[in-house]
């Protein structure tokens, strides 16, 4: 069975850091590109975060470039997202989410249960 | 920027209803696209790849259609589980990159 579970969530004040790590299990991890997805409060789905299965094809979106860094550790089937500088508009429940591809993007075929990130003074 | 537009972003329908949402892309994505249901405190669940490609396990009431710009996503005859939102998402690699639509809410 796969499982993804994030962690590191929280309540953090404006221009702080927080890391958020998903730990990966049921499956191959080093096979498979990872994702972060956000969902604010009400709101709909926005891909934050990709990366390839050797982490050689990272991409973001364009709010967290030069911010937020997707990374991923295969010999602890983990993958990371360090986020810097948050925002108010941060705040959201934070997925983590495997590819069906393991180079290329392509679709998502596993969830995990979110993590909430709330930044708020 | 390509951008995705989704609608309606809400309906009303009835048990065995045929549902009908849509998708447009404002430039060319062939069939780059896929489709996710997402019930109420859940994480979204694939339904549809690559344009039209069921996922395994999923109703066949389920379908999907389109290349290019314009997309469809149908279910032909609407159960109780199927009140949710409905979210289409884009796909590239060059560069690498993922837009989702803004959801279609279905309700009673």
């Known amino acids: 069975e796969v499982r993804l579970v994030e962690s590191g969530g929280g309540l953090v004040q404006p221009g702080r850091s927080l890391r958020l790590s998903c730990g990966a299990s049921g499956f191959v991890f080093d096979n498979h590109a990872m994702h972060w997805v956000r969902q604010a409060p009400g709101k709909g789905l926005e891909w934050v975060a990709g990366?390839?299965?050797?982490?050689?094809?990272?991409g973001y979106v364009d709010s967290v470039k030069g911010r937020f860094t997707i990374s991923r550790d295969n010999t602890k089937n983990s993958l990371y997202l360090q986020m810097n500088s948050l925002r108010v508009e941060d705040t959201a429940l934070y997925y983590c989410?495997?590819?069906?591809?393991?180079?290329?993007?392509?679709?998502?075929?596993?969830w995990g249960q979110g993590i909430l990130v709330t930044v708020s003074s | 920027d390509i951008q995705m537009t989704q609608s309606p972003s809400s309906l009303s329908a009835s048990i065995g209803d045929r549902i009908i949402i849509t998708c447009q892309a404002n430039?060319?994505?062939?069939?780059?696209l896929n489709w996710y249901q997402q019930r109420p405190g859940k994480a979204p669940k694939v339904l549809i790849y690559?344009?039209?490609e069921l996922e395994t396990g999923v109703p066949s009431r389920f379908s999907a259609s389109g290349s290019g710009t314009d997309f469809t996503f149908t279910i032909s005859s609407l159960q109780p589980e199927d009140f949710a939102t409905y979210y289409c998402?884009?796909?590239?690699?060059?560069?690498?990159?993922?837009?989702f639509g803004g959801g279609t809410k279905v309700e009673t």
């Open positions: 990366i390839s299965w050797n982490g050689r094809k990272i």
């Open positions: 998402q884009h796909y590239t690699n060059l560069p690498p990159r993922v837009i």
């Open positions: 690559d344009a039209s």
């Open positions: 430039q060319d994505i062939s069939h780059y």
């Open positions: 989410v495997k590819d069906s591809d393991g180079y290329n993007y392509q679709y998502f075929d596993y």
